[in-house]
């Protein structure tokens, strides 16, 4: 192995292991989500993923399109349990905690995605 591949290898390593610490250090924590329930590109629902009683799990029915959809969440997790959909594709996605994997139902034409939550005094890196 010549010098410039160890260099090349150690600085994937190094840049590899910046990206983890930073994902995990501007993620919210799990006493900061929200979970954002659309239906037709609408927003219906907020859920509060925080602040519940520990392996505690909770259920909320909504409608649709192809018919009930049931969602399950507790404490910094959401999962949609049971729907009417080809293939069961939505409750086939499990539970997630993660804002960079929303869950998706195109059949229903529904999914839900995760948010930090944000204090009204916070500003936004965006709008300032």
Same mark, same amino acid.
């Given at each position: 192995?010549? =010098?410039?591949?160890?260099?090349?290898?150690?600085?994937?390593?190094?840049?590899?292991?910046?990206?983890?610490?930073?994902?995990?250090?501007?993620?919210?924590?799990?006493?900061?989500?929200?979970?954002?329930?659309?239906?037709?590109?609408?927003?219906?629902?907020?859920?509060?993923?925080?602040?519940?009683?520990?392996?505690?799990?909770?259920?909320?029915?909504?409608?649709?399109? @192809?018919?009930?959809?049931?969602?399950?969440?507790?404490?910094?997790?959401?999962?949609?349990?049971?729907?009417?959909?080809?293939? =069961?594709?939505?409750?086939?996605?499990?539970?997630?905690? =993660?804002?960079?994997?929303?869950?998706?139902?195109?059949? @229903?034409?529904?999914?839900?995605?995760?948010?930090?939550?944000? =204090?009204?005094?916070?500003?936004?890196?965006?709008?300032?």
């Amino acid at each position: 192995m010549k =010098n410039g591949d160890k260099i090349l290898i150690i600085s994937l390593v190094l840049l590899s292991f910046i990206f983890f610490v930073s994902f995990r250090l501007l993620s919210p924590k799990t006493d900061q989500l929200v979970a954002n329930v659309y239906y037709q590109d609408q927003l219906i629902d907020s859920i509060n993923l925080y602040g519940l009683e520990p392996n505690q799990i909770y259920t909320k029915e909504y409608t649709g399109e @192809n018919g009930l959809i049931y969602v399950e969440y507790q404490n910094g997790m959401i999962r949609v349990e049971k729907e009417t959909s080809p293939n =069961n594709i939505c409750s086939i996605q499990g539970w997630t905690s =993660n804002q960079f994997k929303p869950i998706i139902c195109l059949p @229903n034409k529904f999914y839900i995605e995760i948010q930090g939550s944000k =204090n009204e005094n916070e500003t936004d890196a965006i709008t300032g």
